[in-house]
């Protein structure tokens, strides 16, 4: 009978009319502090997870999970270790490739490029560049007929479009490894890449077997492109892989290129977590004030009680119920809040940038050019139940010293 009874009396207090107005005034900017605080996380913790869904469907998933690189191209003896590669469990996929720079030339625009020569047909086991690439140019592209697939950022900035030829001057090396001067080659563009990103500026891909006549590497390779079932597991899945082979080759995985920007959003993701937090345990101070408030103002109450029977811990829980129901309040408030905003984000942002006329972020520096959102009840739970605590925490304090009122001092005084 006694958690009904304090729950039913805490719940009478705060719902009182006749309250002290400044007490009354505290305990709505307690809740109000709460609802915004775990709102805010709520959409930060969105926000983020969306930066870490584009960044494995947009990036991880048209980039190589991992490579394993010539020690001295080219890779001729390259069949076997295919083979090997792929009948790892591990191992989703694998494709040969061909990388090299290249300096593009176009009336007076010039613009260096990461080119890399790929099979068609192998590529799209291990990679989702394909469906990136406008007006389904991928399809016909094929080795032979001098065509490359230029960045959207590329082709910008030489200005040029689809069917436009240009000029790309290739590094050129004799028997004896010295430079000489570089060859040059006129290309077709195909298609377009337009993925987003710095990738789209500095990125061309031509078939593998013309990338090999145009280094002279016969059949051979510069290395071989995998694709593994774990992504964020990459790293040791590669070394794995490696241990395997018959010949030395270079180890390397997404993280070593990219890594940064999974890094990068989960210390985000925590520094906004725990900033947040502190903000929640402000706004919890505010119910320590409201209960500490609420003590003095209700001292007539609790010394009646008191001589009608009632014990310390009965006292103790009507407050902490008292303070406890604010903090419930405000987490269901933010969170409902909160839920609604992460789940509109995307177009909430969209239509601020139309409004104020500015992108918040930009293609050319970001991975994405809009704010992406995914919205996980499991955060939402996560948050709700750090705001709860943090407030049943905040009432410790004011619930002890109703509980030590004196009932004889408090109706004496009055």
Excluded at 71 to 87: D, G, S, Y
Excluded at 186 to 205: K, P, T
């Amino acid at each position: 009978m006694m958690r009904p009874l304090s729950l039913f009396i805490g719940s009478r207090f705060s719902r009182a009319r006749k309250r002290n107005r400044m007490v009354s005034f505290i305990s709505i900017s307690s809740i109000l502090g709460i609802a915004v605080g775990v709102a805010v996380i709520i959409i930060g913790l969105s926000a983020m997870n969306g930066f870490e869904r584009e960044l494995q469907n947009r990036v991880l998933a048209v980039i190589p999970h991992g490579e394993l690189e010539a020690v001295r191209p080219p890779f001729t003896e390259w069949k076997p270790v295919l083979e090997t590669v792929e009948q790892n469990q591990r191992v989703k996929a694998a494709a040969p490739y061909v990388q090299f720079t290249a300096l593009l030339e176009k009336g007076t625009q010039l613009k260096a490029v990461e080119v890399r020569g790929v099979d068609p047909l192998l590529e799209t086991r291990v990679s989702a560049l394909p469906n990136y690439v406008k007006d389904n140019a991928w399809q016909n592209l094929k080795a032979g007929q001098k065509q490359i697939i230029l960045g959207q950022g590329v082709a910008d900035l030489l200005g040029i479009g689809v069917g436009d030829w240009i000029s790309a001057m290739l590094p050129n090396r004799d028997g004896g490894q010295q430079l000489k001067a570089p060859k040059r080659i006129r290309l077709q563009v195909a298609g377009v890449l337009a993925l987003g990103g710095q990738i789209d500026h500095n990125f061309a891909l031509v078939p593998l077997k013309d990338a090999q006549d145009y280094l002279t590497m016969g059949e051979g390779i510069s290395g071989i492109a995998i694709n593994v079932d774990q992504v964020l597991d990459a790293t040791a899945i590669v070394k794995e892989v490696g241990m395997t082979l018959p010949v030395y080759v270079y180890l390397k995985s997404w993280t070593q290129k990219y890594g940064y920007l999974y890094r990068d959003i989960q210390l985000v993701r925590t520094i906004m977590y725990l900033v947040m937090v502190l903000v929640i345990g402000v706004a919890c101070f505010n119910i320590i004030s409201t209960l500490m408030m609420a003590v003095k103002d209700r001292a007539a109450d609790i010394a009646i009680l008191r001589t009608m029977g009632a014990g310390d811990r009965l006292v103790r829980m009507i407050f902490v119920w008292h303070g406890l129901l604010a903090g419930l309040l405000g987490s269901l408030l933010g969170a409902a809040l909160g839920a609604s905003v992460a789940l509109n984000l995307t177009s909430i942002a969209q239509f601020v940038e139309r409004l104020i006329g500015h992108k918040f972020l930009s293609g050319d520096i970001y991975f994405v050019n809009f704010l992406p959102t995914q919205l996980e009840w499991q955060d939402v739970v996560l948050v709700m139940a750090t705001a709860t605590l943090l407030s049943l925490l905040a009432t410790w304090y004011p619930a002890r010293r109703a509980s030590a009122l004196q009932p004889a001092q408090v109706l004496s005084a009055k």
